[in-house]
């Protein structure tokens, strides 16, 4: 789960309340969550913004410590297959995979654990996160604690 660049500059789109986000201010970056207008409270200026230019803004790519800081644990897992590796788990849902990073995010499988009579993960979400913000956002629409 490794990625060459640690930040990348977000799309305006991507911002919503609640979304964590540094901004360079005065020779250091401070980190924020969108509340409502916050670019306008920012700023002063009465107009939406079309982009954000580079440099001023900024949003850490998803890595592990965001990962655990939502609460999820690593540990050794024996999936069905009988394959052994490291996971996070976090209550009866388990991120099994970690895949690469691209231009996209970092894809990942999140899959709740098997019950007694049915030996099989099963998948409740595979597909790219950039983010914390993402990660957190998913983990409620799914029900992770």
Request: aromatic residues 16%; charged residues 25%.
């Amino acid at each position: 789960m490794e990625n060459n660049n640690k930040y990348y500059t977000p799309e305006i789109e991507e911002f919503y309340v609640g979304f964590e986000y540094e901004v360079y201010n005065w020779g250091g970056w401070m980190k924020q969550i969108y509340e409502q207008n916050s670019f306008l409270q920012m700023w002063g200026d009465e107009y939406e913004f079309e982009k954000i230019e580079p440099g001023y803004i900024r949003v850490k790519y998803l890595d592990k410590e965001d990962v655990e800081s939502l609460g999820w644990v690593v540990e050794l897992f024996d999936l069905p297959s009988g394959d052994s590796r490291s996971v996070y788990k976090l209550g009866h849902h388990v991120i099994t995979s970690w895949i690469v990073y691209d231009d996209n995010g970092l894809t990942i499988d999140i899959s709740t654990l098997p019950q007694l009579n049915n030996g099989s993960l099963n998948r409740v979400f595979r597909g790219k996160l950039k983010n914390k913000s993402e990660l957190k956002k998913l983990m409620k629409q799914l029900g992770i604690l």
